[in-house]
């Protein structure tokens, strides 16, 4: 490895954007391109597009687009550091300001939790751990393939049969202590090799992946009264069910979410996550096709987590226990899911206390309560009308406050009104006394979520502008693009009105200095836009990169597509949305006109657009 002052280049030229990208999905060759379904988005015909020449990529179904970074920082979820820091890792680079020991360390931590991955899958294949996989397959209903994708195993009943193991592969005491996989004895003698135990012992292994699939953590379960019978163990009655690894330089329990590593292309493509408590219905819930299932585990739900989530999906649905404890982890969550602008909906148990059990009862019933997760308000205000009897004054009460704060978060009056209206009708209640109820638990315990909600709405209502047609645009840069490749086509086209006008109104200066640059190559001499690297601006030069490739992967990719045909067509499409656009502000101007009683300006604006639904006609 080497350091270096320009990290960006470096990593830039020594990894390829199409050995990246055909790790994640199956490329196929398009005359100077590569060629595939698009990974951001859903499609059966391929729009996305790979240049090595250019060394970046474009789809033109979803709009994503650019260079290494930028792939790895969808494709990942990662912030710009983080997709830096792993395409460094990737390239061998060592980045100037990261300290090469820590960097070190945390390979090590890597390293040490892979192996430990390893040796649990292994003693799977012991007594102990064949009764394991029983109770996995029997009990819990998995099969050998899903054991295998989410690598469970077991960890031995054995003080430091992990320990020694990894002494044996050349790891410190001491690593094995900072990766969380065992533990300082207390008031332990001098020999430090002696003085430690594996932290998990007798247990049912689960591990922990970060997004790229790297194991950072561990889950351990206990086994079950029925295999510690049997193999003569003792199981102490205080001991935890769960266990889990503690926070270490590789693992931050708040930022990780499990199962996230299997799931995040399939959020990412189908726009919704479905957010459960446990690793079991993770596993689960990926095993009966659900592979958007991801878990908050061994924590509650966090705000980094969400902003994982968020890079993938605003959409939640929420599949928890709810019992008393499990209602009120929801409504947790939901409020912070909610101030962090997730639209959520809330999956009916059907009576089971987890999905896990659920798919296992009755996959039918768990594929149907999915179909059919309810908005918020539909899930509390059913769910409150079956719990509660409302004859009852302080049912009635219990009703109203389990559904008045819902219903004050909504930022929509007409909402409000409805839901206010349809528990005014079954409560007996008046609607204003429920608004006033409301008001004052509003005014008792407004949530600072429910604040943000509400303000990120009306600012959101405030800033609301109309939204501009870009179809014009998007013509006039695919016709620069095409004029970049093809640029002898240019002097056929100085004197196309709707090109220039196209150009004077529509078109940025960017693009009008891509124009100018355009007109300085020399076809004739066999010239093209590269020879340009060098005498313009770097950014004119991008951008005009940008929009070649585009127009190469869209219009001559094909080789039996015609280059003049094609700037022709762009041509037809420019005048017939240029005209259509002119003739809409036309009209609207003739209406002013008429309320005004101008005349004068009427007769003239007429004129105008008859002339333009002229030119239209041509």
Not at 293 to 306: F, H
Not at 397 to 403: C, E, G, I, V, W
Not at 408 to 420: D, T, Y
Request: net charge neutral.
């Amino acid at each position: 490895m080497i350091v270096i002052d320009s990290p960006i280049e470096e990593i830039k030229q020594r990894l390829d954007v199409v050995d990246l990208v055909r790790n994640y999905v199956n490329l196929v060759k398009a005359g100077n391109n590569y060629k595939a379904c698009c990974p951001f988005h859903q499609e059966k015909t391929p729009s996305f597009f790979v240049s090595p020449d250019k060394q970046m990529f474009k789809c033109f179904g979803c709009g994503e687009g650019g260079d290494i970074f930028a792939f790895v920082q969808k494709i990942e979820g990662l912030e710009f550091r983080d997709a830096l820091r792993l395409l460094a890792d990737k390239a061998g680079v060592v980045l100037k300001k990261q300290d090469p020991k820590l960097q070190s360390e945390r390979a090590r931590l890597l390293e040490i939790s892979h192996l430990a991955t390893k040796f649990f899958e292994k003693q799977l294949s012991s007594k102990i751990g064949q009764a394991v996989t029983e109770y996995l397959l029997i009990d819990r209903g998995l099969k050998i393939e899903t054991i295998k994708q989410f690598r469970l195993g077991y960890a031995p009943d054995d003080w430091r049969a992990l320990s020694d193991f990894l002494m044996e592969q050349g790891y410190g005491v001491q690593e094995i202590v900072a990766a969380g996989l065992a533990i300082k004895k207390v008031g332990a003698a001098s020999q430090i090799n002696q003085n430690y135990y594996d932290r998990f012992r007798g247990r049912i292994m689960f591990p922990i992946a970060d997004s790229q699939g790297n194991i950072i953590a561990f889950t351990g379960r206990i086994l079950t009264d029925t295999i510690a019978e049997k193999f003569g163990l003792q199981i102490p009655k205080d001991m935890g069910k769960y266990i889990n690894s503690p926070e270490t330089l590789i693992y931050h329990k708040s930022r990780v979410l499990y199962g996230l590593d299997k799931a995040k292309n399939l959020i990412r493509q189908q726009r919704q996550a479905i957010l459960v408590e446990g690793n079991m219905d993770v596993i689960l819930c990926h095993q009966a096709g659900f592979n958007n299932a991801v878990a908050a585990s061994g924590t509650a739900l966090t705000i980094d987590q969400l902003n994982f989530l968020g890079r993938y999906t605003k959409n939640l649905v929420m599949a928890f226990d709810m019992d008393v404890a499990g209602q009120m982890a929801t409504g947790r969550s939901i409020e912070l899911a909610l101030a962090h602008g997730f639209e959520i909906k809330i999956v009916d148990m059907a009576g089971q206390k987890d999905p896990a059990d659920l798919i296992k009862i009755d996959l039918a019933v768990w594929q149907k309560s999915v179909a059919g997760a309810q908005k918020i308000l539909d899930f509390y205000y059913a769910k409150t009308f079956a719990d509660f009897k409302v004859t009852d004054v302080e049912q009635k009460k219990q009703a109203a406050a389990n559904l008045l704060p819902w219903i004050n978060r909504l930022n929509n009056s007409i909402e409000q009104a409805h839901w206010l209206q349809l528990v005014s009708q079954r409560l007996g209640i008046s609607e204003e006394t429920l608004r006033q109820e409301m008001r004052r638990i509003s005014g008792l315990s407004q949530s600072s979520s429910s604040r943000y909600v509400a303000s990120s709405s009306m600012q959101a209502n405030n800033n609301e502008q109309p939204q501009p047609n870009n179809h014009i645009v998007q013509l006039g840069n695919l016709l620069l693009g095409l004029l970049i490749l093809r640029p002898q086509y240019l002097s056929k086209l100085k004197d196309h009105r709707v090109f220039k006008e196209v150009l004077d109104h529509y078109l940025d200066n960017q693009a009008k200095e891509i124009l100018v640059a355009i007109k300085g190559i020399k076809s004739d001499e066999n010239e093209n836009y590269l020879s340009l690297k060098d005498k313009i601006e770097p950014d004119i030069f991008r951008a005009m990169e940008k929009l070649a490739f585009e127009a190469e992967c869209q219009y001559l990719s094909d080789e039996t597509v015609d280059c003049q045909t094609e700037i022709n067509f762009c041509l037809a499409s420019l005048k017939k949305q240029h005209y259509k656009m002119s003739l809409t502000n036309l009209a609207n101007q003739i209406k002013q006109a008429e309320i005004e009683r101008d005349v004068h300006l009427m007769k003239k604006l007429l004129k105008s657009f008859q002339e333009v639904s002229a030119n239209l006609a041509e």
